[in-house]
């Protein structure tokens, strides 16, 4: 789940998206919220008038927290819309440790990870040419937004499903990123699966 905001660029409204989708969409009004649904599921929220429902305040992808939540909760319900939100605020960027690398079957530059993010392990499809078993790296779970505006989701690369994404510095925007291509590789002062942005 994703909420954006930019009073200045787009007006007094907040974009909640519970989940990425594409297709043809259906629109619904309930006083100052927009229910977005497609094949009868909702899948994202336009709240007008945002600032005087929600403690809202910057621009572009807003963190999510309990207190703001719980805020876009209340705007439903008083809208008659009942809808339960569920949603993971568990850190998206983490320190994740590559158990295991073998070479992607169907693709030459592409290798499938097991990766170990703390409280899980995921498959990872990576074309990174640097990445290798035993290196402490940079995981975007799914649900991270990336610095670009890109939503890190499920997907399947040349038939082999992949949970998440290792990342470059230039990826997560970090400064004097190297423009050759390559994964961030971390030192082994770094714990897996802590958050690897303050958050």
């Known amino acids: 789940m994703n909420l954006f905001y930019n009073l200045n660029g787009v007006g007094d409204v907040a974009f909640l998206q519970v989940e990425p989708a594409e297709g043809e969409f259906d629109y619904t009004t309930h006083g100052d919220v927009v229910r977005i649904t497609l094949d009868g599921k909702a899948v994202g929220y336009n709240i007008f008038n945002a600032s005087k429902h929600l403690p809202i305040e910057g621009n572009g992808h807003i963190k ?5 939540l719980d805020g876009l909760q209340n705007v439903l319900k008083e809208s008659g819309i009942d809808d339960q939100l569920d949603s993971d605020l568990s850190p998206k960027f983490v320190v994740g440790y590559v158990k295991t690398k073998e070479k992607h079957p169907n693709a030459d530059k592409l290798s499938i990870l097991q990766v170990d993010v703390g409280n899980e392990t995921l498959q990872i499809v990576c074309g ?3 990445v290798e078993a035993d290196q402490k790296v940079v ?10 505006g890109m939503v890190i989701k499920d997907a399947e690369l040349r038939g082999v499903p992949s949970s998440g994404m290792v990342c470059s510095m230039k990826e997560l925007n970090l400064p004097n990123a190297p423009q050759e291509k390559g994964i961030m590789v971390l030192s082994e002062d770094y714990q897996t699966g802590q958050p690897f942005f303050e958050e």
Not at 64 to 68: A, D, F, I, S, Y
Not at 139 to 148: E, Q
């Open 128 to 130: 990174a040419p640097n």
């Open 139 to 148: 995981v975007a779970k799914v649900g991270a937004v990336m610095p670009s």
């Open 64 to 68: 999510l927290t309990p207190e703001l």
